[in-house]
């Protein structure tokens, strides 16, 4: 029998975790957990729901920070400021799964999970988000680029949990977007980009851009070669194009059931000059 | 007992709008406040919950099942290995998803933590996964051919064809004509190949029976849409006399689409077992991976067409060779997959010279069943396609030709003297493609961007036709409170039978239809009725049976008012419940029951009819293609179907945008996937299923009535025939936004992009 504990604070959360370690599974929003339990791919002894633990709880914005606990859900945060403000994460949160699993997922839990495919990273990798991470010996930091270390691989000690998540929401200059391709909406991506761009004052050249992309590897990752062939360049259609070719150097997919490695290479690229066309389109330049 | 004409009666009561109204669905409120009770909700006090240990080997011996382990865990009451089931089970497992041993526990979890506990020994067998290989001398035996284990009505056969020797559930060949000289004399002859997908029904509700022994008699408690046939064929398979076995329905049924009209050998024969062997009353319940491998699918089909026209358009000679996969057990009805790609060309074209071979046959992969126009929907995929590529080689306008070679009113079929009854298609066509170009959209200018148009026409008859004669029966019952109960043979899966029994109930006697209540179905009322609510035969012969009682109540009350009033009996008029007479007396109806009725008025109904009326469609798709993605979207869909009389337009409306999710389903997206027999999705995440969003900006529909003489106000049936055309019009359409034949649907993006990149286009 799987032993169910419910914390109520981060105290206890993080001493239950610390009793059990792996035998312990923590219970966010149960969203992809149940259907590994189902499958009977998990069988825990203990399970850990945080969704009680109020220090988890809500998204705060500070005058530079925006803080996302845990345990809020793809809900609450679609239904926040910070998704109309940061485009690319009200994007993305309109296009995962269906309502109720919106309504039961959390930010914490997809984080945690680590799957390469899950709508919610890229975004938030062009954010350069820094995951909380908590134990009974504090608290530790990480870059969520950093974080997720490998196919459905997370930095957390067996005692470590997602507190929370930590990004710059400040800066009103910032366009961006969230392009993704499925088989059906709301089914898992084939390939996802996030987008998130910084021009120059007439926004004819690039100040900064950032690129990431989920499905395309063992784990969503920044696209480097393209973000680094268009800084500075000129925000054409045809720069864009260009520099979106690049976006093979970065990524390493797998045939699934989703689609051909080949396929992806493809939508790829074509999401990357899909996505950033719509963030500059965003920024009001006239191309 | 009626023989269904469209009478002087149906003409006078038209002006009260209750037949041929929008009457909002009775049970619409119950089922969106979340308040309907369906067969997963019934918990008993005393049930025993069933878990069921499955195979992961599609071909094996069972060598040996210890239950010992299982039977060590409290609250475990009861395990059985499949070789100690009741009934025609065998030591062997056919399919990934066959039954191993079964479990009966005090609570699910521990049932299923027992069936965990199960140690067990197989041997495996070689295995074969395709149909057109399993029929070959050298393939592994699955079954030997015509298999009986009491499941369905199988014809006996003989097979010249040396080609198919084993594993064969089924065969039918037909010849019309002289097909070598059709050939000989065409202008033009096109063969095309086609296969179609293994589609999952996907309900909401998974399948879930109760079983309980009552002595010698297994009650089932569960939604089986034909229940009569059901109960022969669990009482074949469990080896009982079918009067032994009673199938109730819950309060509410469960969808079905095909996937609730026959018993599954995976969930009654094992609940049965089990429920025997402890004597309680035991409920198995299959989760969503079981809904897909241990029910049944869509027969994957292989087709091999061939047509010959003449230059200006006529068809002279056709041939349709069909190879369908019947999988692991005749759950399937292969038989009817085979006799309705026979059919069907022949029900909506005129040709001369015809050949047709067809076999079914048992393999290793997940059976296949009843499902939406069975076996009608895949022949019409491929004949429409095939058409159209036709039409194509000989420079002929799609519409023009198919419409030059159409079947009409009275036309004598040459496989049966029988000549068609009400024929609605060219109608169809017509209107269909007026209210289609009102639709037609401004193009975009984004070189990205291809658009396509596609027209298809498809038949599927109404009744199943398995028997020459088909009827039913109904009670209605009168109370002292106002309102009329209707015990019938049908069962309301949301296609909305029991608002069209309303309706015909208020439309005859008077009494409104919010006062009409309809009683599940359960087999052990009174009457008759053998096959259910299957093959959109519900409203034609089941509404008959309804309309026959209704009238017959209505001159009850009738004479009765006459009476109480002091008037002839053709003076009174019913209205909302009150019978009144032409001076402004009235009497509430309730108030005519006598003191011999007891508390109730009962009459009676009947109907039968020879017929098997044919209904038409013909649909319209436009699609929009993402050049740079393979990105399909279906921009617009007219479904222009002939359904004799239009009792509910709302609800034909309902199922017509029905039948177009589950045809682009067919077309564009959903399969299960199986490798060597083994699911490679089966599960809601990655077998797709299409939310609104995939659904047609514009669908319109436009329905035709062409008055069906054999069926109650010229009635015929809808549900099933909606289906056929829908996706054959989206492959169409997509023919012709891309220049490429796409012959093996669900056409995914990636394959149509991966086609339109290819290095031969360019």
């Given at each position: 029998m799987t032993e169910y504990l419910k914390p109520v604070d981060r105290e206890s959360a993080r001493r239950y975790l610390d009793e059990h370690r792996d035998s312990a599974k923590i219970v966010a929003g149960g969203q992809s957990l149940s259907l590994l339990l189902r499958q009977g791919l998990l069988d825990p002894d203990v399970m850990i729901d945080i969704s009680d633990v109020d220090e988890f709880s809500g998204i705060e914005t500070g005058p530079d920070r925006v803080s996302i606990g845990a345990v809020t859900t793809y809900e609450q945060l679609e239904s926040h400021p910070v998704s109309s403000t940061v485009e690319t994460l009200g994007d993305s949160v309109d296009v995962i799964a269906d309502r109720q699993v919106r309504t039961a997922g959390t930010i914490g839990g997809a984080i945690s999970h680590a799957d390469p495919s899950l709508d919610i990273v890229p975004p938030l990798l062009c954010l350069d988000a820094t995951v909380r991470i908590g134990s009974v010996d504090g608290e530790r930091t990480v870059p969520l680029e950093e974080f997720h270390d490998g196919y459905m691989a997370a930095d957390l000690a067996q005692n470590e949990l997602v507190e929370g998540i930590t990004f710059d929401g400040s800066a009103s200059d910032w366009e961006s977007n969230y392009a993704k391709h499925s088989r059906v909406s709301g089914g898992w991506a084939t390939v996802g980009i996030a987008s998130r761009v910084r021009t120059t004052d007439d926004r004819d050249a690039f100040t900064d851009v950032r690129i990431a992309a989920a499905a395309v590897g063992d784990t969503a990752v920044r696209l480097s070669s393209v973000e680094d062939a268009l800084i500075?360049?000129?925000?054409?259609r045809e720069t864009v194009a260009d520099a979106a070719s690049n976006a093979t150097a970065d990524i390493d997919p797998l045939d699934d059931l989703s689609g051909s490695a080949e396929y992806k290479k493809h939508l790829a690229r074509t999401l990357v000059e899909r996505s950033i066309n719509r963030t500059v389109d965003r920024t009001g330049g006239v191309r | 007992m009626s023989r269904l004409r469209r009478d002087e009666r149906t003409v006078q009561r038209q002006s009260e709008r209750v037949v041929g109204s929008d009457v909002p669905k009775i049970d619409a409120e119950d089922k969106v406040a979340g308040d309907a009770r369906f067969g997963s909700d019934l918990e008993p006090d005393d049930v025993l919950y069933a878990a069921v240990l499955y195979s992961t080997r599609t071909h094996a011996e069972i060598d040996d099942v210890d239950l010992s382990p299982a039977m060590a865990i409290d609250g475990v009451e009861c395990a059985l290995a499949r070789p100690d089931f009741m009934g025609k089970f065998d030591d062997r497992v056919r399919h990934y998803g066959d039954v191993i041993a079964a479990i009966a526990a005090t609570g699910p979890e521990t049932a299923d933590r027992a069936v965990n506990a199960i140690d067990y020994d197989l041997t495996p067998l070689d295995a074969v996964h395709d149909a057109r290989e399993a029929v070959d001398g050298d393939a592994p035996t699955v079954h030997p051919n015509n298999l009986d284990i009491a499941q369905h009505a199988q014809h006996d056969f003989t097979i010249e064809n040396e080609n198919y020797t084993k594993n064969i559930d089924d065969y039918h060949e037909l010849t019309v004509g002289d097909p070598d000289r059709g050939f000989e004399e065409a202008d033009h002859v096109v063969t095309g190949e086609y296969t179609t997908p293994r589609v999952s029904h996907c309900n909401l509700d998974t399948h879930c029976t109760i079983a309980e022994w009552d002595d010698d008699t297994l009650v089932l408690t569960e939604t089986l849409a034909s229940h009569g046939r059901s109960q022969r064929e669990i009482a074949g398979f469990l080896e009982i006399d079918p009067e032994r076995v009673k199938i109730k329905e819950p309060p509410s049924a469960s969808s079905s689409f095909g996937g609730r009209s026959l018993r599954k050998l995976t969930v009654e024969p094992v609940a049965a077992s089990l429920a025997r062997e402890v004597d309680r009353p035991v409920r198995l319940q299959l989760d969503r991976e079981r809904e897909f491998v241990s029910t049944a699918t869509r027969h994957q089909t292989q087709f091999t067409l061939e047509t010959g026209i003449t230059a200006?358009?006529?068809?002279t000679a056709m041939s349709v060779d069909v190879v369908t996969d019947t999988g692991a057990y005749p759950n399937g009805v292969g038989h009817v997959v085979l006799k309705n790609s026979r059919d069907r060309p022949l029900d909506v074209y005129r040709i001369p010279n015809y050949e047709y071979e067809g076999v079914a046959a048992f393999t290793n992969n997940v059976p296949g069943g009843e499902y939406r126009a069975i076996g009608s929907t895949q022949l019409t995929f491929a004949l429409e396609s095939h058409l159209d590529e036709v039409a194509a080689r000989a420079g002929l306008d799609r519409i023009t030709f198919r419409r030059k070679n159409l079947v009409e009113e009275g036309y004598v079929r040459p496989h049966t003297e029988v000549p068609i009854g009400s024929c609605g298609v060219d109608d169809c066509l017509e209107r269909g493609l007026r209210r289609f170009e009102e639709l037609e959209r401004d193009e975009t200018g984004d070189p990205r961007i291809t658009r396509g148009w596609g027209v298809a026409v498809g038949a599927h008859p109404t009744t199943s036709g398995a028997t020459s004669e088909d009827s039913s029966e109904a009670i209605l019952t009168l109370t002292a409170d106002g309102t009329v109960t209707a015990h019938t043979g049908a069962v309301d899966q949301g296609q909305g039978i029991d608002t069209v029994i309303a309706q015909i109930v208020g439309h005859e006697t008077g009494i409104p239809t919010s006062r009409v209540d309809v009683e599940p179905f359960s087999t052990t009322d009174r009457f008759a009725d053998h096959l259910g609510s299957i093959a959109s035969r519900s409203t034609y012969i089941i509404g008959a049976a309804v309309r026959d009682a209704a009238i017959a109540l209505e001159r009850e009350l009738h004479d009765r008012a006459a009476s109480a009033l002091d008037v002839s009996a053709d003076a009174i008029e019913i209205q909302d419940g009150v019978a009144a007479s032409p001076n402004g007396e009235g009497i509430p109806v309730e108030q005519l029951l006598s003191p011999t009725d007891g508390d109730e008025l009962e009459v009676y109904g009947s109907a039968s009819s020879t017929e098997t009326p044919v209904s038409y469609g013909a649909h319209f798709a436009a699609v929009e293609v993402d050049v740079e993605t393979g990105d399909v979207d279906v921009l617009t869909f007219v479904a222009s179907q002939d359904v004799g009389h239009a009792i509910n337009p709302k609800m034909i409306e309902g199922q017509l945008e029905g039948a177009i999710q589950h045809g682009i389903e067919f077309a564009l997206y959903s399969e299960l996937q199986l490798d060597r027999g083994m699911p490679k999705n089966a599960n809601l995440a990655d077998y797709p299923v299409i939310s609104p969003k995939e659904m047609p900006e514009d669908v319109a529909c436009e329905i035709v009535e062409s008055n069906e003489q054999s069926g109650p106000y010229g009635a015929k049936g809808v549900g099933t025939p909606s289906m056929p055309p829908v996706a054959p019009a989206i492959m169409n359409a997509l023919a012709d936004a891309t220049g490429n034949r796409f012959r093996d649907p669900p056409i995914d993006s990636e394959t149509v992009y991966t086609e339109l990149s290819s290095e031969d286009r360019r």
């Amino acid at each position: 029998m799987t032993e169910y504990l419910k914390p109520v604070d981060r105290e206890s959360a993080r001493r239950y975790l610390d009793e059990h370690r792996d035998s312990a599974k923590i219970v966010a929003g149960g969203q992809s957990l149940s259907l590994l339990l189902r499958q009977g791919l998990l069988d825990p002894d203990v399970m850990i729901d945080i969704s009680d633990v109020d220090e988890f709880s809500g998204i705060e914005t500070g005058p530079d920070r925006v803080s996302i606990g845990a345990v809020t859900t793809y809900e609450q945060l679609e239904s926040h400021p910070v998704s109309s403000t940061v485009e690319t994460l009200g994007d993305s949160v309109d296009v995962i799964a269906d309502r109720q699993v919106r309504t039961a997922g959390t930010i914490g839990g997809a984080i945690s999970h680590a799957d390469p495919s899950l709508d919610i990273v890229p975004p938030l990798l062009c954010l350069d988000a820094t995951v909380r991470i908590g134990s009974v010996d504090g608290e530790r930091t990480v870059p969520l680029e950093e974080f997720h270390d490998g196919y459905m691989a997370a930095d957390l000690a067996q005692n470590e949990l997602v507190e929370g998540i930590t990004f710059d929401g400040s800066a009103s200059d910032w366009e961006s977007n969230y392009a993704k391709h499925s088989r059906v909406s709301g089914g898992w991506a084939t390939v996802g980009i996030a987008s998130r761009v910084r021009t120059t004052d007439d926004r004819d050249a690039f100040t900064d851009v950032r690129i990431a992309a989920a499905a395309v590897g063992d784990t969503a990752v920044r696209l480097s070669s393209v973000e680094d062939a268009l800084i500075g360049e000129p925000t054409d259609r045809e720069t864009v194009a260009d520099a979106a070719s690049n976006a093979t150097a970065d990524i390493d997919p797998l045939d699934d059931l989703s689609g051909s490695a080949e396929y992806k290479k493809h939508l790829a690229r074509t999401l990357v000059e899909r996505s950033i066309n719509r963030t500059v389109d965003r920024t009001g330049g006239v191309r | 007992m009626s023989r269904l004409r469209r009478d002087e009666r149906t003409v006078q009561r038209q002006s009260e709008r209750v037949v041929g109204s929008d009457v909002p669905k009775i049970d619409a409120e119950d089922k969106v406040a979340g308040d309907a009770r369906f067969g997963s909700d019934l918990e008993p006090d005393d049930v025993l919950y069933a878990a069921v240990l499955y195979s992961t080997r599609t071909h094996a011996e069972i060598d040996d099942v210890d239950l010992s382990p299982a039977m060590a865990i409290d609250g475990v009451e009861c395990a059985l290995a499949r070789p100690d089931f009741m009934g025609k089970f065998d030591d062997r497992v056919r399919h990934y998803g066959d039954v191993i041993a079964a479990i009966a526990a005090t609570g699910p979890e521990t049932a299923d933590r027992a069936v965990n506990a199960i140690d067990y020994d197989l041997t495996p067998l070689d295995a074969v996964h395709d149909a057109r290989e399993a029929v070959d001398g050298d393939a592994p035996t699955v079954h030997p051919n015509n298999l009986d284990i009491a499941q369905h009505a199988q014809h006996d056969f003989t097979i010249e064809n040396e080609n198919y020797t084993k594993n064969i559930d089924d065969y039918h060949e037909l010849t019309v004509g002289d097909p070598d000289r059709g050939f000989e004399e065409a202008d033009h002859v096109v063969t095309g190949e086609y296969t179609t997908p293994r589609v999952s029904h996907c309900n909401l509700d998974t399948h879930c029976t109760i079983a309980e022994w009552d002595d010698d008699t297994l009650v089932l408690t569960e939604t089986l849409a034909s229940h009569g046939r059901s109960q022969r064929e669990i009482a074949g398979f469990l080896e009982i006399d079918p009067e032994r076995v009673k199938i109730k329905e819950p309060p509410s049924a469960s969808s079905s689409f095909g996937g609730r009209s026959l018993r599954k050998l995976t969930v009654e024969p094992v609940a049965a077992s089990l429920a025997r062997e402890v004597d309680r009353p035991v409920r198995l319940q299959l989760d969503r991976e079981r809904e897909f491998v241990s029910t049944a699918t869509r027969h994957q089909t292989q087709f091999t067409l061939e047509t010959g026209i003449t230059a200006d358009g006529e068809i002279t000679a056709m041939s349709v060779d069909v190879v369908t996969d019947t999988g692991a057990y005749p759950n399937g009805v292969g038989h009817v997959v085979l006799k309705n790609s026979r059919d069907r060309p022949l029900d909506v074209y005129r040709i001369p010279n015809y050949e047709y071979e067809g076999v079914a046959a048992f393999t290793n992969n997940v059976p296949g069943g009843e499902y939406r126009a069975i076996g009608s929907t895949q022949l019409t995929f491929a004949l429409e396609s095939h058409l159209d590529e036709v039409a194509a080689r000989a420079g002929l306008d799609r519409i023009t030709f198919r419409r030059k070679n159409l079947v009409e009113e009275g036309y004598v079929r040459p496989h049966t003297e029988v000549p068609i009854g009400s024929c609605g298609v060219d109608d169809c066509l017509e209107r269909g493609l007026r209210r289609f170009e009102e639709l037609e959209r401004d193009e975009t200018g984004d070189p990205r961007i291809t658009r396509g148009w596609g027209v298809a026409v498809g038949a599927h008859p109404t009744t199943s036709g398995a028997t020459s004669e088909d009827s039913s029966e109904a009670i209605l019952t009168l109370t002292a409170d106002g309102t009329v109960t209707a015990h019938t043979g049908a069962v309301d899966q949301g296609q909305g039978i029991d608002t069209v029994i309303a309706q015909i109930v208020g439309h005859e006697t008077g009494i409104p239809t919010s006062r009409v209540d309809v009683e599940p179905f359960s087999t052990t009322d009174r009457f008759a009725d053998h096959l259910g609510s299957i093959a959109s035969r519900s409203t034609y012969i089941i509404g008959a049976a309804v309309r026959d009682a209704a009238i017959a109540l209505e001159r009850e009350l009738h004479d009765r008012a006459a009476s109480a009033l002091d008037v002839s009996a053709d003076a009174i008029e019913i209205q909302d419940g009150v019978a009144a007479s032409p001076n402004g007396e009235g009497i509430p109806v309730e108030q005519l029951l006598s003191p011999t009725d007891g508390d109730e008025l009962e009459v009676y109904g009947s109907a039968s009819s020879t017929e098997t009326p044919v209904s038409y469609g013909a649909h319209f798709a436009a699609v929009e293609v993402d050049v740079e993605t393979g990105d399909v979207d279906v921009l617009t869909f007219v479904a222009s179907q002939d359904v004799g009389h239009a009792i509910n337009p709302k609800m034909i409306e309902g199922q017509l945008e029905g039948a177009i999710q589950h045809g682009i389903e067919f077309a564009l997206y959903s399969e299960l996937q199986l490798d060597r027999g083994m699911p490679k999705n089966a599960n809601l995440a990655d077998y797709p299923v299409i939310s609104p969003k995939e659904m047609p900006e514009d669908v319109a529909c436009e329905i035709v009535e062409s008055n069906e003489q054999s069926g109650p106000y010229g009635a015929k049936g809808v549900g099933t025939p909606s289906m056929p055309p829908v996706a054959p019009a989206i492959m169409n359409a997509l023919a012709d936004a891309t220049g490429n034949r796409f012959r093996d649907p669900p056409i995914d993006s990636e394959t149509v992009y991966t086609e339109l990149s290819s290095e031969d286009r360019r």
